[in-house]
């Protein structure tokens, strides 16, 4: 079965530093995709970056990154130059076969 | 226009009421999916569909159903609300057509079952 653990439900950054987001997983897949969902105030689920599996080479987005450790099964998202709208709950995700599993999440309060 | 859009965007209803909530798109995908999001438990799945033909249940599907009445359209049903089933629920996309393939998700329906 997979599964996914986001250890932080809470973590805070002053604005214009970095935080990073930890997350751990577990699937029997060879094949798989890992992402990073935020979930503002709004509520609309938005994609922040996607990492295939089969790819050593980490993902990034502008100011986000992640640091994809295959064999430890890690997968963490790190936010540069943390901004006020960077405050939200992320979700980490892993998709297989057939479906997303998520995480948990972790809310992110960005502090001015 | 959004590509993914979800009606009603919020409910309030009486416990053993039945209830239908609706989700279309307009990316021509042919994988959609319900979630139900409830605080500290993030999204879990409830039904999911490949194509017109092909419905399956998720993690949570007791005391849900669903149709898909066109590849742009999938309801979720509740037959007899109960309280505990008051949550966030969001519908999902995908085009399936690689492997893992990103999801695009509606804005959600805040459902309160009294």
């Known amino acids: 079965a997979q599964t996914v653990t986001q250890s932080q439900p809470e973590m805070s950054v002053q604005e214009a530093e970095t935080v990073t987001l930890s997350c751990t997983y577990d699937?029997?897949?060879?094949?798989?995709?890992l992402f990073w969902y935020k979930q503002p105030p709004s509520r609309q689920m938005i994609l922040v970056i996607r990492?295939?599996?089969?790819?050593?080479q980490n993902a990034t987005e502008n100011r986000f990154s992640v640091n994809f450790q295959k064999a430890a099964k890690s997968f963490s998202l790190k936010i540069s130059d943390s901004q006020l709208g960077d405050a939200a709950m992320y979700f980490c995700?892993?998709?297989?076969?057939?479906?997303?599993?998520f995480g948990k999440g972790t809310k992110l309060t960005v502090n001015p | 226009d959004a590509d993914v859009t979800q009606t009603p965007r919020n409910r309030i209803t009486k416990t053993g009421k039945r209830i239908m909530l609706e989700c279309s798109q307009t990316?021509?995908?042919?994988?959609m999916y319900w979630y139900r999001q409830d605080p500290g438990l993030g999204l879990r799945l409830i039904y999911y569909?490949?194509?017109?033909?092909?419905?399956n249940k998720g993690e949570i599907s007791d005391g849900y159903s669903v149709s898909r009445q066109a590849q742009a359209k999938f309801s979720l049903s509740l037959e007899s609300a109960i309280p505990n089933q008051t949550a966030l629920y969001f519908c999902?996309?995908?085009?399936?057509?690689?492997?893992?393939?990103?999801?695009?998700f509606g804005p959600g329906t805040r459902l309160l079952v009294l």
């Open positions: 995700t892993q998709g297989g076969s057939e479906k997303l599993v």
């Open positions: 999902a996309t995908s085009s399936g057509l690689a492997y893992g393939e990103t999801q695009y």
């Open positions: 699937t029997s897949e060879s094949d798989y995709y």
């Open positions: 990492q295939e599996a089969y790819k050593q």
């Open positions: 569909s490949f194509d017109v033909k092909d419905i």
């Open positions: 990316k021509g995908h042919d994988r």
